[in-house]
């Protein structure tokens, strides 16, 4: 690949303040990520917020750290991905959109349809929750697109425009 990795890889984000300020989630989150480590390389484009808590406490050595990316670079870096591990509610869509099974390091997401019918999975800030769900990503591979997410929401929104125009 362009990033040097050879074979299977995975995504991580992590921004969020309850995540990345507090110095216990962050050894917490870091252990899970060393966890994870085991079962494929990751790679981490950092969002400035909390790069330096995350470095500090060591994801540099399970991680291969990358500089913030844009939209449409990070898009194919989570395409090509076999995983994500993300705070971020934006993403947990994405993955659903794109098949891709997703960890959630939060204990509660404001996206529950990715979950309840995505490739998302909850597994906050517990090491052993973050492996459990690593070692059981495939089953996300078999997730449905919820009703509506066929990419054609703005063809329903011009015809009921029209329609009322």
Avoid at 34 to 61: F, N, Q
Avoid at 116 to 140: Q, Y
Wanted: aromatic fraction near 4%; include cysteine; proline fraction near 7%.
């Amino acid at each position: 690949s362009r990033l040097g990795i050879e074979g299977p890889y995975g995504v991580v984000t992590l921004h969020r303040p309850a995540n990345v300020d507090d110095p216990i989630s962050v050894e917490r989150l870091v252990e899970g990520l060393r966890r994870a480590s085991k079962y494929v390389d990751l790679v981490a484009p950092l969002h400035p917020r909390g790069r330096e808590s995350l470095e500090a406490a060591g994801l540099g050595e399970v991680a291969m750290i990358l500089d913030p990316m844009g939209y449409i670079d990070f898009l194919a870096l989570m395409s090509g991905a076999s995983i994500v591990l993300t705070d971020s509610g934006g993403i947990q869509e994405e993955t659903t959109v794109l098949g891709i099974p997703c960890l959630t390091l939060r204990e509660n997401t404001e996206r529950p349809v990715t979950i309840t019918m995505g490739t998302n999975r909850l597994v906050g800030t517990d090491p052993d929750a973050i492996e459990a769900g690593l070692a059981d990503m495939d089953s996300a591979r078999d997730a449905e697109l919820p009703p509506l997410w066929d990419g054609h929401a703005g063809d329903r929104i011009a015809r009921i425009l029209l329609a009322v125009g």
